[in-house]
C-alpha cells in the first residue's frame, strides 16, 4: 500500500507506480490532498479503477480497497489494526492476482504464519483477506483450516501490589484511570480537562500513534463513548489544566514501558497496560457488581448489554456500584 508523505508545504503526497518509459525509468502519478487519509485513499481508489478487471487486482490491491472502503465507518483502532496486517502479515500472498489465488495458497500462508504468531493474530489476519477478496470476488470459497482458540490462564500481581508499585511514578495517574475506571490506553491518553465537568468524566476520544503521526478520532465502539464518575482521589491526581490540553500528555510507548518496568521490579510479574482492565473486570466480578452496570462501566459490548443499555444514566443503583468500587480500591491505598 502506497504511504503519503508530507510535503514543505503541509499537503500530503502519495505516488503509484505505473509503468516504465521507453528508457526503462519508473513512472509514478501524484495524489496530492490535505491529510495523508485522503491522499492514501485517492491513491487506492485509482490504483484499483485502472485495473478494470477483478483478475488484473492482487491480493495487496484487494486488501488496500477494502481499508480504504472502511475507512470512517469502522473505529480509528481497527483501521490501525488492519494497516498493521496488511504491511506484515500474508506477504507471500500480496503480489498474487485474485484470479490465480487458492485456498491451498491461503492455507499455507496460515500455516506459516501460526508457526509464529498467536492464533488470535491469525484469525485477525484472516478475517480481513476473507472479507477484502469477497469484496472483490463473491463467489471465492474458502477452506481454510484455522489455529484453535488459545485459553491462557494469566496470574497477574493483586490490585494492591498494582497500587504499591505505581505509587508516587510518573504513571499512577495513567494506571489509576485504566485500573480504576477500566480505561483502554488510547483512552487515557485521549482525556482532555475539558471532557471532566462536576467530577464526570465523558469518554469520547482517543489517541492513537502510528509511524509517528497522533490520530485524533472517536472511541472505539458505541459502548466505548461513556461517563464515569471520577473518584476524588483520581480527581486531586488530574488537578487543573487548560480545556485542550490532555489530563495525561505521555507517548504510549513511555506509559507501557514505565509501568511494565515498575511493576516487574516491585512484584517480579509480567504484566501489560491493557492487563489493567482485565484487573477491573476482576473486581467488579469479586465485588458482585450486576453484568449490566459492570459492561457500562468497562464500555463493553455483549448480547445483553446491546438490548438494555442504550445510553449512559446514573440512576441509584449505577451510582451505588461506583460507589462500592470507589470505597474497595481507596480501602488499598490506606493498607500498609
Known sequence: MATAKKLPSGS???????????????????????????????????????????????????????????DGVLSPSTIVGYRNIRKNQFQELMDIPLSKLTSIMVQAAVNRASRRLSAKSVRNAHGLLASAITMYMPDFIFRTTLPAKEHKVKTLPTPKQIIDAVKGTDI???????????????????IRYKDIKDGVLTIRNVRIAMAGQIEKEKTKTFHSTRQLVIPERILNMIGEGKPNDYVVDMAASTIYKHFVNAVFESTGQHMTFHDLRHVNASIMLALGIPDKYAMERGGWATNSTLKSVYQHTFTEERLATDQKIDTYIEGLFAEE
Open 12 to 70: 500530503w503526497r502519495v505516488r503509484v507506480y505505473i509503468g516504465d518509459d521507453s528508457n526503462g525509468k519508473h513512472i509514478y502519478k501524484s495524489f496530492t490532498a490535505g491529510t495523508k487519509k485522503e491522499a492514501e485513499f485517492l491513491a487506492a481508489e485509482y490504483n484499483l479503477k485502472r485495473k478494470e478487471k477483478p483478475k488484473d487486482v492482487t491480493v495487496g490491491d484487494a486488501i488496500d480497497g477494502y481499508i480504504s472502503n472502511k
Open 172 to 190: 499512577e495517574l495513567p494506571a489509576m484511570l485504566a485500573m480504576w475506571l477500566s480505561l483502554r490506553m488510547s483512552e487515557v491518553r485521549g
